[in-house]
């Protein structure tokens, strides 16, 4: 018991560069507290106290603000992130070494008991700020859930899905974010560089036509050369593009890249 209670402080002192002290996060980290009374919780609830199991995912509801159902399993070193607003639902399953910030929800989408109607997660999955999962599918271990996402689908390991209703991208390397990740183990709030696959595709526009206009331009100069060559007399039309004027950085730079 209290070795897997300092697996649980040691996780947030490694995750949280807010926390200074073993102390601090036993006391005042109510995501440590949440956990601890949901153990208790769903102990009663296995055994069949389901009232009781009820009744202290209750009082850790009204001391924390995360409402974790008895019912729900949750594994090790489990990090609910200021956590304000989370819900769990009873058959959702959070794997180990999962980070949850505040506002989450792992919902349901079935009015059917007795069946998996919550999500999975698997180990080391990241849910930002805000984000709703809902529906009995798995999000792979690895993965990503942006802030505010809206996933109604099941997400591959070490994907990230964003935007409302979620998109999936695969994971990308990203050696800016990774250099600092790595030092923490995790993206803060499932964050990532190039997570908006709008701007993604917008980029793609903008590299694109960025594109084809060099290339106009190269068949201009070239066309001028041949004309020059053939008939001195003859002059490129006054419209033609022989010099890119495309700003295709400050472009992108609007965009997010």
């Not at 807010?18 to 102390?23: D, E, L, P």
Request: hydrophobic share 40%; charged share 20%.
């Amino acid at each position: 018991m209290f070795s897997r209670l300092k697996s649980d402080v040691q996780c947030i002192l490694e995750r949280d560069p807010a926390a200074r002290s073993f102390w601090e996060v036993l006391t005042c980290y109510p995501g440590v507290h949440a956990v601890l009374l949901h153990r208790l919780a769903h102990a009663c609830w296995v055994y069949n106290f389901k009232w009781l199991g009820r009744f202290i995912s209750h009082l850790a509801r009204f001391l924390t603000g995360i409402e974790i159902h008895p019912g729900a399993r949750i594994g090790e070193r489990v990090f609910f992130d200021h956590a304000m607003g989370v819900v769990v639902g009873e058959t959702a399953e959070i794997g180990d070494g999962c980070t949850i910030y505040q506002g989450v929800t792992l919902g349901g989408t079935s009015l059917y008991k007795g069946t998996k109607r919550h999500p999975t997660l698997g180990r080391g999955v990241v849910v930002g700020a805000g984000a709703q999962v809902l529906g009995g599918f798995t999000v792979g271990d690895g993965a990503k859930v942006g802030s505010n996402a809206v996933v109604t689908k099941p997400v591959p390991a070490g994907a990230t899905a964003v935007g409302n209703p979620a998109r999936i991208i695969q994971a990308e390397l990203d050696v800016k974010r990774e250099e600092v990740a790595s030092k923490m183990g995790f993206s803060a709030y499932g964050v990532t560089q190039s997570d908006d696959p709008l701007s993604q595709a917008m980029r793609g526009l903008i590299d694109n036509a960025a594109t084809q206009e060099h290339q106009i331009a190269m068949l201009w100069q070239a066309l001028e050369k041949l004309t020059c060559q053939r008939n001195a007399s003859t002059v490129v039309p006054g419209d033609a593009a022989l010099h890119e004027h495309f700003e295709a950085d400050k472009l992108n730079q609007l965009v997010g890249k």
